[in-house]
């Protein structure tokens, strides 16, 4: 079974507008982390925002947030007020465990473009 | 304030030759993770080191790759006798630590080129 899945493989979205990319993970180890990652075309992997499983609430970074249902085992990006400057693959990943430091598992990403 | 400093940023080799792939880690950190990345793929996991030491390699090729991180300089991905196959973006990141850490940072990556 795939530990991250991302459904959607590509999305566009007006500018302005808010747009949620799908995740959902697979695991049985109570301790775990979830990322995002943004990847313009430049090639760069841009760290967004971090979900730990115990966080009582869900994270927030400036205009991402982390709509994070554990019982359904989803953590959803949700980029608000979508600039042009946000088209670019999107990447969710989860650490496993309490000693894996930074040794992630990925999604297959999720393509989306702003259009004006 | 350098980050995860990872080079040559584009690399070019022909069939049969040795890449060698650099990455310094963020200073004080002694973990560096090694990922690759397949055209319009997420990143794969390769292998975790820690100074002297490797940590997991249960993402590695059992043949032609080889990592290290020693004690003073950058960590290292060696690919022996490169193929097509192998072309691919590789990263690198590190941690100051093994535990449940809240940020992993990645360096520019780099782009091999097998011809």
């Known amino acids: 079974a795939q530990k991250i899945t991302q459904t959607q493989p590509g999305m566009f979205v007006q500018e302005k507008e808010a747009v949620t990319l799908d995740c959902t993970y697979d695991?049985?180890?109570?301790?775990?982390?979830l990322f995002w990652y943004k990847q313009p075309s430049s090639g760069e992997m841009i760290f967004l925002i971090y979900?730990?499983?115990?966080?009582?609430q869900n994270a927030t970074e400036g205009r991402y947030s982390l709509n994070f249902q554990k019982a359904r085992k989803s953590a959803n990006l949700v980029i608000s007020a979508s600039q042009l400057g946000d088209s670019a693959m999107y990447f969710c990943?989860?650490?496993?465990?309490?000693?894996?430091?930074?040794?992630?598992?990925f999604g297959g990403g999720t393509r989306v473009l702003v259009k004006p | 304030n350098a980050g995860v400093m990872q080079n040559p940023r584009h690399l070019v080799r022909r069939r049969g030759q040795e890449a060698r792939l650099r990455c310094s880690p963020v200073?004080?950190?002694?973990?560096v993770y090694w990922y690759r990345q397949l055209p319009e793929e997420g990143l794969k996991f390769m292998v975790y080191?820690?100074?002297?030491?490797?940590?997991?390699e249960s993402g590695m090729p059992k043949e032609r790759f080889s990592a290290e991180f020693p004690k003073e300089g950058p960590s290292i991905l060696r690919i022996q006798q490169v193929v097509r196959g192998d072309s691919a973006a590789y990263f690198c990141?590190?941690?100051?630590?093994?535990?449940?850490?809240?940020?992993?940072?990645f360096g520019q990556g780099t782009r091999l080129t097998v011809v």
């Open positions: 990141a590190s941690s100051p630590r093994s535990g449940e850490n809240t940020e992993a940072f």
């Open positions: 695991t049985s180890d109570p301790s775990y982390g």
């Open positions: 979900q730990g499983s115990y966080d009582q």
């Open positions: 990943a989860m650490r496993e465990g309490r000693a894996a430091g930074n040794k992630l598992t």
């Open positions: 200073k004080g950190h002694s973990h």
């Open positions: 080191l820690q100074k002297e030491n490797i940590i997991d």
